[in-house]
């Protein structure tokens, strides 16, 4: 009976958070698809030109699993009061952090595309999306921080349903928009980026009545006592400063393979649609053993949260071996969708091998990482963890294969890619420790 009642709960949490994020995936893989209509040109000016907003959404990712760690245990000690105070206070952050990146790379976003690019027209349409894509920070911002309360009331088809409707926006106006039709210019690059703003609002706005249909009107209150801030800011601070040293340390590769030539960066761009639709469709187990272990922990049960976190280990484990077979299999029928050279889908095919080599590793670490451990609100322990892998042996290992060695562009990744084994043994010995276990007062 309990097993059941735990698996009900997993499967509450898992399955809707899977589903939205494989849709996103999904979407902007149609995304992806309409913009390689264009040529490798446009490809890559995309993909140099959606850094700013990657580093951004890991940002707001890590505000997020703050939302998540907060509401959880507050869920577990039935406190509404500091629930309440929670989403405002992550709500602000959001806002300032989203407000510094649209402004910085609204001013700076010429001399931020030409760091990654020699190639005129890839620069002039990396220009062109980044200019208007920074306006999608803040409502992309208030769609994921006001999701969690969603989810952790059980209510996690609600953010799926608006994922949905927000995801069927952005591939109509696309359409429109990228190629011209219904009357509407074509725009290119520049149409996609349009697309995106007008389906974050409309998700932004749904999002926000959820939320009100939850709370009814919640009591706006920053007022936490000193030591509340500091908990706050000391579970905050870590998991924001190694989230965004990582997402920059995927943009110094990004650089890496920029400078290797058009192609090899066209050819890692196709990837990453069906990198995020698989690494998707196992995420919403991280956030069930975030959930359902900040629960535990907020009721002191430590040895049911232990053991619950490597039933969801296993889970993941065994869904990732899965998928992985089936990007072996469908790899070459997936690249030839892209009207790209015959060069840079070799590269994309070649990539999504080494990707479904290392996907059982990223997963793990996305649910003991990025889920259980966190839950306990000892976020620097990950943050060093992310460090060390990003740091001392991803990016060195990407600029001294990539630039000085001028390795081909598959054996970099791969190589660059051992921090996840290495991220995997310090994460693994770290739950062992149970150094995470935590109740936040």
């Not at 952090?97 to 990654?116: K, N, Q």
């Not at 920029?258 to 187990?285: P, W």
């Not at 996305?366 to 060093?384: A, D, F, H, P």
Request: aromatic share 12%.
């Amino acid at each position: 009976m309990v097993e059941k009642r735990f698996l009900k709960e997993v499967m509450n949490i898992s399955i809707p958070v899977a589903l939205q994020s494989m849709l996103q995936s999904s979407f902007s893989m149609i995304d992806q698809v309409m913009v390689g209509q264009l040529g490798d040109q446009s490809v890559a000016a995309v993909e140099i030109a959606s850094k700013p907003g990657f580093i951004y959404a890991f940002l707001i990712s890590a505000i997020s699993t703050i939302t998540a760690i907060m509401t959880s245990q507050y869920i577990g000690k039935n406190n509404r009061e500091a629930e309440e105070k929670t989403l405002c206070i992550n709500l602000l952050v959001m806002f300032i952090v989203g407000s510094c990146f649209l402004l910085a790379f609204s001013i700076f976003r010429d001399s931020f595309i030409s760091l990654f690019s020699n190639d005129h027209p890839v620069e002039q349409r990396g220009i062109q999306y980044l200019q208007v894509i920074v306006l999608t920070f803040i409502p992309l911002g208030i769609c994921n921080i006001l999701s969690v309360p969603l989810r952790c009331h059980n209510h996690s088809m609600w953010p799926l349903y608006i994922g949905i409707f927000t995801a069927l926006v952005n591939t109509f106006f696309n359409f429109c928009l990228i190629f011209g039709h219904f009357g509407a210019p074509a725009l290119g690059v520049q149409g996609a980026a349009i697309a995106s703003v007008i389906s974050q609002m409309v998700g932004a706005f749904l999002t926000l009545v959820c939320v009100y249909k939850l709370y009814g009107r919640i009591n706006i209150s920053l007022g936490l006592d000193r030591e509340g801030y500091q908990q706050y800011f000391k579970m905050l601070l870590p998991v924001a400063f190694s989230e965004c040293l990582w997402a920059v340390g995927q943009s110094v590769n990004t650089y890496v393979y920029g400078h290797m030539g058009t192609n090899e960066l066209a050819g890692m761009s196709l990837t990453g649609a069906i990198q995020g639709l698989t690494i998707g469709a196992l995420s919403g187990l991280a956030q069930a053993a975030g959930i359902l272990t900040g629960k535990r922990l907020g009721r002191n049960e430590y040895d049911e949260a232990y053991s619950e976190s490597i039933r969801i280990c296993v889970f993941g484990f065994i869904g990732s071996v899965v998928l992985s077979l089936m990007i072996v299999l469908l790899r070459s029928s997936y690249v030839g969708v892209f009207q790209v050279s015959a060069s840079a889908k070799s590269i994309g095919e070649k990539i999504l091998l080494v990707f479904a080599f290392l996907m059982p590793a990223k997963v793990l670490n996305m649910i003991l990482g990025g889920g259980v451990i966190r839950s306990g609100g000892k976020t620097k322990y990950i943050m060093m963890i992310d460090i060390l892998g990003t740091w001392f042996i991803g990016v060195p290992l990407a600029v001294f294969t990539g630039l000085f060695l001028k390795l081909s562009i598959v054996w970099v990744y791969l190589i660059l890619s051992q921090e996840e084994m290495v991220r995997l043994l310090l994460t693994a010995y770290m739950f062992r420790s149970r150094k995470w276990m935590n109740t936040i007062s």
